[in-house]
């Protein structure tokens, strides 16, 4: 969550770059992502990211595509989540 002061500063500065808008975008979808554990909406995201003008979110992308399994796994099974001590 955002002050309003820090919702006016961001989006002026993705009014201001095309790069940062688009890495605000995903980046955004891709937290929603993991807090809805929406499984089926990843595939989609990457195909996004990996296409998207921001290089470090290619990479990014990469390495989820390496850990393709473990990610799914982690959004698709309740015992994922959940800490053991």
């Known amino acids: ?3 309003p002061e820090d919702q ?3 989006d002026l500065v993705m009014q201001a770059h ?3 808008k688009a890495a605000c975008v995903l980046a955004q979808a891709f937290a ?3 807090r809805t554990r929406s499984a089926e909406a990843l595939d989609p995201w990457l195909q996004e990211a990996g296409s998207s003008e921001v290089p ?3 990479s990014f992308a ?3 595509r390496r850990d393709h399994a ?3 796994a982690a959004l698709t099974y309740p015992w994922s989540h959940d800490y053991v001590a």
């Open 62 to 64: 990469a390495g989820i």
């Open 8 to 10: 006016q500063n961001l």
């Open 32 to 34: 929603l992502i993991i």
């Open 56 to 58: 470090e979110l290619h």
């Open 18 to 20: 095309a790069q940062v």
């Open 70 to 72: 473990a990610v799914l």
């Open 1 to 3: 969550d955002h002050t």
